[in-house]
């Protein structure tokens, strides 16, 4: 894109010594955790969403419909605790992503990530720090929620089930990653970049098979919610954790999540690049 | 390291060259055509009123931003072939503080100082340093949001400072501050720039550019208007003259006659001023210059001072622009992202 030349031949050594190595990588993003812990450490409440949203949501659904919907599943309450805390734990991926996204508007907001750019390191350490950082925070949400969920009773019957789920969220919430970091990049305020993944998170949620067997739901929903990665991830961590047949919703997860990596992680990357 | 030698003859080598730097934001020409030769360790001003393509310069010689079209190097390094190496010489301070300000003032010159490669003694060490030395020292584990508007440009400064650049950017350093926090900020850039720092300095504000430049670039709409040492651009405007202090400030007005007598110096343009016991002469050539002073000499004046003084910034710009380098320019499309952090 740019015609700007340089007419001396001099300057053919344009690589030299400008490779940044992998350790120096590791330490860009090492110095850029400590900056987003430190955040943390400054303004706790920061973490309140993390500790908070398990804690509501599990109650929530518990109490106010567990009841009802678990006499759908053949059971009652019990039975709707097995069934929605494996949901519950899909949506942490999701949180994570909403994370980053924001704290990426953030920085471009700020003129700090002026400075970085104008430093000597790969722009994707501000990337991987907070991506880091922000899997920090869903593994203690995480916690908080398996903390909850086993004192409403739920029962874990497959720890490595369990892992598993936290590693499939992660991933799926990492391929999400890049749709707001899209939205971060490309939206004027960290408002904006929430409200946006608010609107477009909501009808996911509930149009899926998180909360609430899909069954009783009308046909065109039902089509919308057997196609919702959502309800696949839902499903297959409920499979995992609590038994059943988890390979399909696997496997459709993955190939969501490569997927959205495939067409949003270019148009991301893009957007950050030419951002000026 | 293959560099760019900037110094076929000699001379002092030039530590930022542009040539032809062309800008576009979609129909606005944010910089048309820019030269510009930055000496090394001399202060350049580049001086311009909104708009005029001060900050996209600075963008592009930082690597934020690619030219359309054109050259520039800096250190050497070219901005576009070249970015890497070139972000390992420079320092940029916005003329919005770009600090972290949720992070301490300590915290952010460390977290600069290791993203700079230094070991984290050297960082640690360096962040002391540079606090004390920009007197914050006892801010330093406060967070930043909680600095004045003086203390969070002195931290940008500070972490501008944290790779010993050679070159360094001050985009609009100091506005929007009050007239005292100016002066701290011109104190430690003064201070800087006695360090051997070359300095790129873009500013709104003549005092500012008479105060720390050397030398001046004149921008208006992205082009240049007009460049050279500063009193070569006040003396080539013209409008020299002579202020002349008697000992006695009662021979203020025998002065005043004697020199109209002279004929060359029309009274009406010779002014009085009471308040400072002195006269203001216009002067148009070093002929007149000598009459006058021979005049004063054969009356016996007693001359506390005389002294010869050159226009006001903003008098050279009205007369290159032909507009006032505050004003309004109706005509002119103030582009947006020109001073607007994006």
Same mark, same amino acid.
């Not at chain 1, 949620?205 to 919308?224: D, E, H």
């Not at chain 2, 076929?8 to 062309?22: C, E, H, K, Q």
């Not at chain 2, 021979?251 to 016991?277: F, M, Q, S, W, Y």
């Given at each position: ?57 599990? =109650? ?19 039975? +709707?605790?097995?069934? !929605? ?50 899997? &920090? ?25 369990? $892992? ?12 999400? &990653? ?6 971060? !990049?490309?939206?004027?305020?960290? *408002? ?9 998170? &909501? ?11 899909? *069954? ?43 997927? $959205? ?16 | ?34 030269? =510009? ?33 054109? *050259? ?9 072939? @070249?970015?890497? *190496? ?16 949720? $992070?301490p003032g300590w915290?952010n010159l +460390? ?13 640690r060490t360096r962040a002391d340093e540079l606090l004390e030395r920009f007197s914050l020292t006892e801010a330093a584990k406060r967070?930043?949001?909680?600095y004045?508007?003086?203390m969070?440009?002195r931290l940008?400064?500070a ?32 201070? &800087? ?5 070359? !300095? ?41 003259? $002579? ?35 002195? =006269? ?7 002929? @007149? ?39 309004? @320019? ?13």
């Open positions: 894109m740019s015609a700007a030349t340089i007419t001396t031949d001099a300057v053919k050594d344009v690589k030299g010594d400008a490779r940044i190595s992998p350790r120096a990588h590791v330490r860009h993003t090492g110095a850029l955790i400590r900056r987003n812990l430190l955040w943390i450490r400054q303004d706790p409440e920061s973490m309140f969403d993390a500790v908070l949203f398990p804690v509501i949501f599990t =109650l929530l659904f518990v109490y106010v419909f567990g009841g009802s919907i678990g006499q759908s599943l053949g059971g009652g309450q019990e039975a +709707y605790v097995q069934y !929605v805390v494996p949901g519950l734990m899909a949506m942490m991926g999701m949180n994570m992503a909403q994370g980053v996204g924001t704290g990426f508007n953030q920085d471009f907001n700020t003129g700090v990530m002026d400075r970085f750019r104008s430093l000597p390191i790969g722009r994707g350490s501000v990337l991987f720090a907070k991506i880091a950082v922000e899997l &920090m925070r869903m593994l203690f949400a995480t916690v908080v929620l398996m903390i909850v969920g086993v004192l409403v009773g739920f029962d874990i019957t497959n720890w490595a089930g369990l $892992l598993a789920s936290v590693g499939l969220s992660a991933v799926f919430g990492s391929a999400l &990653m890049w749709v707001f970091l899209t939205l971060g !990049v490309i939206m004027k305020n960290a *408002q904006s970049v929430q409200a946006m993944g608010f609107l477009v998170l &909501m009808p996911l949620q509930f149009g899926s098979s998180i909360f609430a067997p899909t *069954q009783s739901m009308p046909g065109w929903l039902q089509n919308f919610t057997d196609y919702n990665p959502l309800s696949s991830l839902a499903d297959a961590a409920r499979g995992l954790m609590v038994g059943g047949p988890a390979a399909h919703d696997v496997w459709m997860t993955l190939a969501w999540s490569a997927g $959205l990596t495939a067409v949003m992680a270019p148009v991301a990357i893009h957007k950050f690049r030419t951002k000026s | 390291m293959t560099r760019i030698d900037n110094n076929p003859d000699g001379r002092a080598r030039s530590a930022v060259t542009v040539r032809g730097l062309v800008k576009h934001y979609g129909e606005t020409k944010a910089l048309d055509g820019v030269d =510009l030769d930055v000496r090394e360790g001399t202060v350049m001003g580049v001086l311009g009123p909104n708009g005029a393509g001060k900050t996209t310069l600075v963008r592009i010689l930082s690597t934020l931003i690619q030219p359309d079209s054109g *050259q520039a190097t800096v250190a050497g390094y070219d901005v576009v072939r @070249q970015p890497r *190496q070139l972000r390992r010489v420079i320092g940029l301070t916005g003329q919005y503080a770009s600090v972290d300000e949720k $992070l915290e +460390y977290m600069i100082g290791r993203l700079l490669d230094l070991s984290r003694k050297e960082a967070p930043a949001a909680t004045s508007g003086g969070r440009r940008d400064l972490a501008s400072m944290m790779g010993r650049p050679t070159v360094l950017y001050l985009d609009e350093p100091t506005t929007g501050l009050d007239p005292r926090t100016r002066n701290e900020v011109w104190t430690e850039v003064k201070r &800087m720039v006695g360090d051997g720092v070359t !300095v790129l300095l873009t500013t709104q504000y003549m005092e500012e550019a008479e105060q720390l430049a050397s030398e001046l670039t004149v921008v208006d709409r992205g082009k240049v208007i007009a460049n050279g040492a500063i009193d070569d651009l006040k003396a080539k405007v013209g409008g020299r003259s $002579l202020r002349i202090r008697p000992a006695d400030p009662l021979e203020l007005r025998p002065l005043a006659a004697a020199l109209d007598e002279l004929g060359i110096t029309g009274l009406a343009t010779t002014t009085v001023d009471t308040e400072t016991g002195t =006269l203001l002469v216009p002067v148009l050539s070093d002929e @007149q210059l000598t009459a006058i002073v021979g005049a004063v000499t054969a009356r016996g004046i007693t001359l506390a001072s005389i002294t010869t003084e050159l226009p006001s910034l903003d008098e050279v710009f009205l007369s290159l622009t032909g507009h006032r380098a505050s004003a309004p @320019q109706d005509a002119v499309p103030t582009d947006a992202r020109e001073e607007v952090p994006v």
